[in-house]
């Protein structure tokens, strides 16, 4: 029976670390949803980042093949400690190569690239929301140096 998984993808799948949820709608978590069309597994990814913009918690559920638990389970220990900026660049051909998977499993790893991406938009789309003051109208007026027309621009409030 040839062997399907390396020993690596192994250990997280038997051992998976940081499996669980954190909660969807505290302000200082982000939560990353994704699934690879081509094989229908799905994995959520969520973040839970510091007042210094420091990931200080990760959680991953995963409905998937081996490669995808164990690519989850290594992207949770790998964010864990980084700036936002920092777990952004990690590419899954890092976690494929840690995991030692064959061509054929790369989308699994790409899904926890993705989920992390998009944990962390969620993330940088829930501060902007709650940061974002109330702007008040404005009306712009210019006046042209050439024609000397005057055009006045509304700006409502938004
Ligand atoms: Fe689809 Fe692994 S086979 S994520």
Known sequence: ????????????????????????????????????????????????????????????KTFGCGSAIASSSYMTERVKGLSLEEAEKIKNTEIAKELCLPPVKLHCS?????????????????RAKAGEPKKAGYIDVSQSAATGETTATAHPPS
């Open 110 to 126: 790409m899904l926890a690239e993705d989920a992390i991406r998009s944990a962390i938009r969620d993330y940088r789309t829930k």
């Open 1 to 60: 029976l040839a062997r399907a998984y390396h020993e690596k993808v192994i250990a997280h799948y038997e051992q998976p670390r940081n499996v669980g949820s954190l909660p969807k709608n505290d302000p200082n978590v982000g939560t990353g949803l994704v699934g690879a069309p081509a094989c229908g597994d799905v994995m959520k990814l969520q973040i839970k980042v510091d007042e210094n913009g420091i990931i200080s918690d990760v959680k991953f």
